[in-house]
């Protein structure tokens, strides 16, 4: 059984940092490329960053490049998703991925390029 557990949400001021944490049990990590998405209220889910398997290649969308960086260890099964210069627009719930394959493809940003997620994990970025 394939377990995510995301930790590191929070409560956090504009202009402001957090660190997600995902751990992963039950999935042969270091073969597949994770992923993180996040939605807003009333929004759909969006992918905001995928890293490769062996942590060697990361991909963003334009709006979120020069402020989030993924990144894992493997030996701890674990992906992160550095966040900084938050802004009230990066609320929302946090979720990593494990995608289909060992690469970010292009289709990187659409869910149904992973196959187990985590529960979520709540960020909220006040003004």
């Known amino acids: 059984q394939v377990q995510m557990l995301e930790s590191g949400g929070g409560v956090v001021q504009a202009g402001g940092s957090l660190k997600l944490s995902c751990t992963v049990s039950?999935?042969?990590?270091?073969?597949?490329?994770m992923g993180w998405f996040r939605q807003a209220p009333g929004k759909e889910r969006e992918g905001v960053a995928c890293?490769?398997?062996?942590?060697?290649?990361?991909l963003y969308p334009p709006s979120f490049e020069d402020r989030f960086v993924a990144s894992r260890v493997n030996a701890k099964n674990t992906v992160y998703l550095q966040m900084s210069n938050l802004n009230p627009e990066d609320t929302g719930t946090y979720y990593c991925?494990?995608?289909?394959?060992?690469?970010?493809?292009?289709?990187?940003?659409?869910?149904?390029?992973?196959?187990?997620w985590g529960q979520g994990i709540q960020v909220t970025v006040s003004s």
């Open positions: 991925a494990s995608a289909r394959s060992a690469f970010c493809g292009v289709r990187y940003r659409t869910a149904a390029s992973y196959e187990y």
């Open positions: 039950g999935l042969r990590f270091a073969d597949f490329a």
């Open positions: 890293i490769d398997f062996k942590g060697q290649n990361t």
